[in-house]
Each structure stands twice: as C-alpha cells, then as structure tokens.
C-alpha cells in the first residue's frame, strides 16, 4: 500500500511540470501571418481591344474611307455573323471574350483600351482604331469570328496587313508575329484547329492602324462544334485566357 501510493504521489507531481513544458512548446510555435496577395508589376504597355462590331439596331450604314487619303469608301461598320446552332450573334460574342480578356491582361500588369463596352456604342472601324493610335496602345487586337458557307470549316485564323498594303505594310512583320504568338498559344488552350495567318489589305480597321494590328477570327460561328462551344460560358473564359497568354508570350519574347 505504501508503495502504491508513492507511486500515486509521484505521478501528482510530475503532471504539472509535464504541462508547463508543453505549454512552453506550444508558445514558442511560431504564427504564419497571412500574405498579402502583391498587385501585378506594371508593363507600362497599352493594349487596345476592339470587340468587333455592334448590335444590329445601330446604323452604321454610312460610309468612310478604307484608309487614310483613300478614296475606296466602306460601310462604317456591320452587325457581324450569328451563331448558325446557339443563335448568339457575334458582336455579343466579341464583347464578352473582350471583356474577359480585359480584366486577364490587366491581372498580369498590362493596361488596357476598350473602343467599346456595350453593343450600343456608334464607333466606326476607322475612329477604332484611331482611338488606339491617340492613346498609344503598344498594340491593337480586334476579336472577332467567322463564318463560312461550309458548314463543315472550322478553326481559328487571323488577319494582318501585308508588306505591299500601301498604308501599313511596314507594320506587317510585326503583326504577324503577333498574329502567329496568339494563335499558338489561343489554339493550344482552346483545341481550336489553327488555321494560320491570312494577310488582307481591304480592312478600314487595319489600314487606319498606327501600331501592330491583329484581326483574331476566334472560330467559326457557322460551323457546329466551334459555335456551341463558343456559346458556352467556360469555354469562353478559356479563349480569353490563351488570347491573353499569347500576348504576354509576344511582349516577352521581346518581338
């Protein structure tokens, strides 16, 4: 009985000290303070973004020059294509992938020009793209999609101005290795087929560019799988995302 109770009485006395030291240990753990999430480091480059075309209740039926001096006159702008299986016309489509796009570039410390945010805005191709030159966008993207008499054509491409365009060809090395950085990097996130580079001399909101100028045909509105996918919100974010992966992949590239 003696024994038992010394036992007892030892174990009294060591349990305080026991708890001292873990309290002790537990003191000196050290409290990870949550990190501030850091703001992107500023590229003090411009990107201007021309969601292409607006809604058909605008009347942009009157005309301008197709270029600077020219006197070859065009339509102001048009209403664009529709989705042949969504429905979904293509000036909403350009808006909301320019939006998307908008907010992802300006994640990764570029600045960025919208010549519309709404489909009710009046703006010529040209005043688009003069709107970039008077703000000095380092580039200018038009987002677009196509559309085909054959249902069956699908894929993205893109337009730039060639080396003879008598207004801009000395921008045509430059716009098309943008066009081909975009491309790669939009169709590898997206499994669009990629079609390549189409170089065109006709379009007002090229021929008025002062800097690299890059017209992206995201895919085709008039064939099903590129529409409905288009149509689908997901999807969406992801064409913005391999857009704006393509234009940090050109800057870094130094091109």
């Known amino acids: 009985m003696l024994l038992a109770a010394a036992a007892v009485l030892c174990g009294c006395a060591g349990a305080p000290q026991q708890e001292a030291a873990e309290q002790q240990a537990v003191s000196e753990v050290a409290v990870e303070q949550?990190?501030?999430?850091?703001?992107?480091?500023?590229?003090?480059i411009l990107i201007a973004i021309d969601p292409g075309h607006q809604s058909w209740a605008i009347d942009m039926s009157a005309t301008e020059p197709n270029a600077p001096g020219s006197s070859v006159m065009k339509a102001k702008a048009t209403t664009g294509t529709a989705g042949t299986f969504s429905g979904?016309?293509?000036?909403?489509?350009?808006?909301?992938?320019?939006?998307?796009?908008?907010?992802?570039?300006?994640?990764?410390?570029?600045?960025?020009?919208?010549?519309?945010e709404d489909n009710e805005t009046a703006i010529s191709n040209a005043e688009r793209a003069v709107m970039a030159n008077k703000a000095g966008a380092d580039v200018?993207?038009?987002?677009?999609?196509?559309?085909?008499?054959?249902?069956?054509?699908s894929g993205?491409?893109?337009?730039?101005?060639?080396?003879?365009?008598?207004?801009v060809g000395g921008l045509s090395a430059q716009s098309a290795a943008l066009a081909q950085t975009i491309?790669?990097?939009?169709?590898?996130?997206?499994?669009?087929?990629?079609?390549?580079?189409?170089?065109?001399?006709?379009?007002?909101g090229i021929n008025w560019s002062e800097q690299p100028v890059v017209i992206l045909e995201m895919g085709f509105m008039t064939n099903e799988q590129d529409d409905m996918a288009m149509a689908d919100e997901?999807?969406?974010?992801?064409?913005?995302?391999?857009?704006?992966?393509?234009?940090?992949?050109?800057?870094?590239?130094?091109?």
């Open 183 to 204: 491309l790669h990097e939009y169709c590898s996130a997206t499994g669009m087929d990629n079609l390549g580079i189409q170089y065109n001399d006709t379009m007002t």
């Open 156 to 167: 993205a491409l893109a337009l730039v101005p060639s080396a003879e365009n008598a207004y």
């Open 88 to 116: 979904t016309y293509e000036y909403e489509l350009n808006l909301d992938v320019s939006l998307r796009l908008r907010d992802l570039l300006e994640q990764k410390g570029f600045d960025t020009l919208m010549t519309r």
């Open 234 to 255: 997901t999807f969406r974010q992801t064409m913005a995302e391999g857009i704006a992966e393509g234009v940090e992949a050109y800057f870094e590239a130094g091109k």
């Open 34 to 44: 949550p990190q501030e999430k850091q703001a992107p480091a500023e590229k003090d």
């Open 140 to 153: 200018l993207l038009r987002i677009h999609a196509n559309g085909s008499e054959d249902p069956s054509v």
